[in-house]
């Protein structure tokens, strides 16, 4: 079965309201264009993202097009409110601060409930770098990607929540730094990069012996992850095959072993390279892009999690028309197919190979599949006047 994109489209495509234009901020800084001191409406909008592209675990992301947005109310006079206040004026529970509503695929939450939510502590985690949230933000939170299923949702609300800061409280943040303040969060840089920056990005956080970072004045600076845009052509999308069922990403993380053999260390070193390169190429060698996806590091490990992922993997371009490759996309449980053409067949096989396998409850492991494209623009912030609130 494939999934209905088309309400999520029209939720993400919130450029304008009525008669009112939205002004998109430029791409340097993610701070606001318009006067700072000013009632402001900000829409925030980042990607979903798949982690871990084939041999890349912790590695390789790719921004797919399904979309968080987040639109905020920002009272006039927030940025002086907000530098007025710093990170200790932050109690356990801050829910009582903000007038928010989050409304996702679970329903609406509001007031601490609300407030635990990762945008809202993305926001103030990110703006405590600098000075802190103002009082009396209002924000509405819709999501199309799925949580738990492997697309990155944790990480597209915490680099939302680091752009809504940028624009909220005046902060000269790029892109860049918004990932940094998302991976901060993750504890990994993939997602994030690919959900700050769009496209397909190698990513790796700070070394962990490194010096300590602070900002000169005793508070933590974001980490310096490093981040590097690679090549995909354009007439690759992604076909992901998405179980029914969400699998938890600590659980995920605590199937890896704790030290890996140096034969599966340098089999994904040498994939990775090959990959990227294959990749690179205008009409990409799917036998080559298939070779490459394979992984030893993080897959095999957690294939007991995803009952039918190993006939997943097992679709082998030289019998499917179109496919490059597939691999699990993040913790799982969704699996993503990169390809050039045949996407519905593709997904139609992904369907059939999850559910002639068996769940923990002897039934057939249901899915659907998405075809995507590749989101090649990354977090996007617009203002809008606040009578669009």
Not at 226 to 238: D, H, Q, S
Not at 349 to 367: I, Q, S, T, W, Y
């Amino acid at each position: 079965m494939q999934l209905d994109t088309e309400s999520e489209q029209a939720a993400g495509a919130v450029h304008s309201t009525g008669t009112a234009r939205a002004v998109r901020i430029g791409e340097g800084c993610l701070g606001p264009r318009a006067a700072a001191d000013a009632a402001r409406v900000v829409v925030v909008r980042a990607p979903g993202s798949s982690a871990n592209v084939g041999p890349g675990f912790d590695t390789l992301g790719l921004a797919v097009a399904l979309h968080l947005e987040v639109t905020a109310l920002v009272p006039a006079g927030a940025a002086a409110q907000a530098a007025s206040r710093t990170a200790a004026d932050f109690g356990a529970d801050f829910g009582a601060d903000f007038d928010i509503e989050v409304a996702d695929e679970r329903g609406t939450a509001r007031g601490a409930e609300a407030a635990r939510n990762l945008v809202v502590v993305a926001a103030a985690r990110a703006a405590a770098a600098g000075t802190a949230l103002p009082r009396g933000l209002r924000l509405r939170v819709r999501s199309a990607v799925p949580r738990g299923r492997g697309l990155g949702s944790s990480g597209a609300a915490a680099v939302a929540g680091a752009a809504l800061a940028a624009a909220a409280c005046a902060l000269p943040l790029s892109r860049a730094a918004a990932a940094a303040a998302a991976a901060a969060l993750e504890g990994h840089a993939d997602n994030a990069a690919a959900s700050a920056l769009g496209g397909f990005i190698a990513a790796a956080m700070p070394d962990a012996d490194g010096p300590d970072r602070h900002d000169g004045r005793g508070r933590h600076a974001l980490p310096a992850i490093t981040a590097a845009p690679l090549r995909l052509p354009p007439a690759v999308r992604i076909v992901a095959a998405v179980p029914r069922f969400e699998l938890a990403t600590h659980v995920a993380r605590a199937a890896l072993p704790t030290a890996y053999a140096r034969a599966d260390a340098v089999f994904n070193v040498q994939r990775i390279a090959l990959l990227i390169a294959a990749l690179a190429q205008d009409s990409p060698d799917p036998a080559s892009v298939a070779s490459a996806m394979r992984d030893r590091l993080h897959q095999p490990h957690r294939a007991h999690l995803v009952p039918g992922l190993a006939d997943v993997l097992a679709l082998d371009p030289a019998n499917v028309p179109g496919l490059l490759g597939v691999c699990l996309s993040g913790a799982g449980p969704t699996a993503v197919a990169l390809a050039t053409h045949n996407f519905d067949d593709i997904g139609t096989r992904m369907v059939a190979a999850f559910r002639a396998a068996k769940g923990p409850d002897g039934l057939p492991v249901e899915a659907d599949y998405l075809v995507l494209d590749v989101d090649r623009e990354g977090v996007v912030v617009d203002e809008l006047p606040p009578e669009c609130f």
